[in-house]
């Protein structure tokens, strides 16, 4: 069933025919998709859902797209962790973890948007697809693109680690570096995705692609036992990942899947980047443009399209934002994976480092139902935590030495 | 060509009639679609229309007096 009614501009409310477009032609605000769901009434059950394969796309009346996925058919549905020994770390009593940082098949929660503006792209005739990343993106833009059978670009600034070009490159995908400050090579991105005729997946489907992410919130609510959680806590770069949580939240009230929990949504960015926590935090909705200069380069944008949005959830649901140090990240990181088996990537740091502060400043509560949104996986940031592990012994091929070594530790050979 | 742009104005320009002299000094046509100045800061939504080569030279000129000049999508590079 297809429920999908317009794109309507969230600014002044002018509603466009379903096309590959993203900016109000009026005033420039951003297009979103909206849909009927009454025709949902009675229909779109726990049961039906439940009787799905496990993929995001067990919700796929409320992704927007016509009929079935044609690209990324697998992807998400990750494990909803109860985190126990985080929880008598933190000193809270209901802590869980959306652990997106096994997402199939690149391993951040991109998949989700990726497969959703691919799908829609292919819907569109678009033969060729494109993004302009440093990461995440990057590699699952190429490595849905190549299962697909599309061809794709991918832009980066010229100087990138080899490590993250590696990680789309490996997928036979077009890679361009750009020379030149961030904003120059910013403003070309934009201007290429504008000439050519190509499905450009974080500009001219945008609306679609963004939608992708409301599949995480799904999966949380239906994971948690058909409910929402007391409060969540996502990691913002553009900040649209924050307001799809949201609206995910909203879209299961309104069909009577789950009970209205008051949830707050709270958002966490790095210090070196977060024109969004400064905001909530100065209390006011403009958000100021900076230069992003942090560890967590997932989350480094400066000049978020949807900060805005972002920061009147967090007001509208009673939530917080925050923001942590580099430090702070590569701590959070360590506790995480000592504490929970999990390795995230550098934004895992920065969502549980914020969530720390906010349970230790009193801005979370200990008893009350906590999610942490994990979205990427500390395999691709490993430059990050180099340094801040512990190195391995080092002894001959004896084992005196390794005797030695582990009476040290307190250990006694078995009899 | 027709660029749509965002321009972010701080303390020191928002107080400064920079729209008005960048169709002084350059032969473009601007049309304001959206605004909103508070007291340290002013975000404009902006459409400059005239020659490629002269609408680039407004924006450079536009980004010399001290304003953030972004395409409308803001960052679209991410992570
Ligand atoms: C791992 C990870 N987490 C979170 C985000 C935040 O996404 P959004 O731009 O939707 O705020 C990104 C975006 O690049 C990301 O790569
Ligand atoms: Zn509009």
Not at chain 1, 260 to 282: L, R
Request: proline share 4%; glycine share 10%; aromatic share 8%.
């Amino acid at each position: 069933m297809n429920i999908v009614r317009a794109l309507k501009c969230r600014e002044c409310g002018q509603e466009y025919d379903i096309q590959p477009t993203h900016v109000c032609e009026f005033c420039f605000g951003p297009l979103e998709v909206v849909y009927d769901y009454e025709k949902l009434d009675g229909y779109f059950t726990r049961e039906l859902i439940e009787s799905r394969p496990q993929t995001m796309w067990r919700y796929k009346e409320l992704l927007p797209i016509e009929g079935e996925p044609s690209v990324g058919a697998q992807n998400g549905f990750t494990p909803l962790v109860r985190a126990k020994n985080l929880e008598k770390a933190l000193g809270v009593s209901e802590l869980y973890i959306k652990n997106d940082s096994v997402c199939y098949p690149t391993l951040s929660f991109k998949d989700r948007v990726v497969s959703v503006a691919l799908s829609k792209a292919v819907e569109f005739g678009f033969k060729t697809v494109a993004c302009a990343s440093t990461g995440n993106l990057a590699g699952s833009v190429a490595a849905n693109a190549a299962a697909a059978g599309l061809e794709s670009y991918v832009f980066i600034p010229h100087d990138l680690e080899q490590g993250k070009v590696l990680g789309a490159g490996i997928f036979g995908t077009r890679i361009i570096g750009i020379k030149g400050k961030y904003d120059d090579v910013n403003r070309l991105c934009s201007e290429v995705a504008g000439k050519y005729g190509w499905a450009f997946v974080n500009v001219n489907v945008r609306p679609f692609y963004a939608e992708g992410s409301k599949s995480l919130g799904y999966e949380m609510m239906e994971q948690l036992g058909w409910k929402a959680p007391k409060h969540v806590v996502v990691p913002m770069a553009s900040g649209s990942l924050c307001t799809k949580v949201h609206k995910s939240i909203k879209e299961f009230i309104k069909l009577g899947l789950i009970e209205d929990n008051g949830t707050a949504v709270y958002g966490a960015q790095a210090t070196g980047c977060s024109p969004i926590a400064k905001s909530v935090k100065d209390g006011t909705d403009l958000i100021h443009p900076v230069i992003a200069d942090t560890v967590a380069k997932s989350l480094a944008i400066g000049n978020p399209a949807d900060g805005f949005y972002a920061n009147r959830v967090i007001n509208e649901t009673g939530g917080w934002a925050e923001d942590v140090s580099d430090q702070e990240v590569i701590d959070a990181m360590k506790l995480l994976a000592e504490t929970e088996g999990i390795f995230a990537e550098t934004a895992g740091g920065v969502t549980l480092g914020c969530a720390k502060k906010m349970i230790e400043s009193g801005k979370l509560p200990r008893d009350e139902s906590i999610v942490l949104c994990i979205t990427g996986n500390g395999l691709k940031t490993q430059e990050a935590v180099l340094d801040a592990i512990n190195k391995p012994r080092i002894i001959d091929a004896s084992l005196k030495d390794f005797d030695a070594l582990a009476e040290a530790d307190g250990f006694q050979a078995a009899a | 060509m027709k660029l749509r742009v965002y321009l972010t104005f701080d303390e020191s320009t928002v107080r400064e009639p920079l729209i008005w002299k960048l169709g002084k000094e350059f032969n473009v046509v601007t049309n304001i679609r959206t605004a909103e100045v508070k007291n340290h800061m002013g975000l404009v939504g902006l459409e400059i229309d005239g020659e490629s080569d002269v609408v680039e030279a407004a924006t450079a000129w536009l980004a010399d007096q001290g304003v953030k000049v972004a395409p409308i999508e803001q960052d679209v590079i991410e992570g």
